[in-house]
């Protein structure tokens, strides 16, 4: 019976992974956007101000290339050690645990440890059935 719901439930794993890096690429490119382009968020950053203009410019290229899954282990790669960094240069610092609200920002750091581990996943298992690296023969 549990093996028979595994492999089930293994059958459809890659279309999950696709759907999974789908979602978080579509919010770590929001995230971008709203630094960069003021939507569908303001963040009021001004061109070009370190760190946080950069840092959006890196979360809006790699989000929509996860997104679309075209060269996912790369942008997925650099993603997680941007997240890795955002979370030990404005978070830890202030707090150890990065549920700690003393950690500030945007809810404290851990939507940057979920980030950081969600694209590290996505280095190691690519980015699923559904993507245009597929067409690429990755």
């Known amino acids: 019976m549990a093996a028979d719901l595994h492999t089930r439930l293994d059958d459809h794993a890659?279309?999950?992974?696709?759907?999974?890096?789908?979602?978080?690429?579509?919010?770590?490119?929001?995230?971008?956007?709203?630094?960069?382009?003021?939507?569908?968020?303001?963040?009021?950053?001004?061109?070009?101000?370190?760190?946080?203009?950069?840092?959006?410019?890196?979360?809006?290229?790699?989000?929509?290339?996860?997104?679309?899954?075209?060269?996912?282990?790369?942008?997925?790669?650099v993603a997680s050690g941007q997240m890795a960094v955002a979370y030990f240069w404005e978070h830890q610092p202030h707090a150890l645990w990065p549920i700690d609200p003393a950690q500030g920002g945007h809810g404290g750091g851990e939507p940057s440890v979920l980030y950081c581990f969600a694209f590290l996943l996505l280095v190691f298992t690519g980015g699923g059935r559904y993507g245009l690296d597929r067409l690429r023969g990755q």
């Open 14 to 77: 890659p279309t999950v992974l696709s759907i999974v890096r789908v979602v978080f690429g579509l919010l770590y490119a929001a995230h971008g956007a709203s630094k960069l382009f003021g939507w569908p968020v303001s963040l009021d950053i001004p061109l070009g101000h370190w760190p946080y203009w950069w840092a959006g410019l890196l979360e809006f290229v790699a989000g929509l290339l996860i997104m679309t899954g075209l060269f996912t282990r790369a942008a997925a790669f």
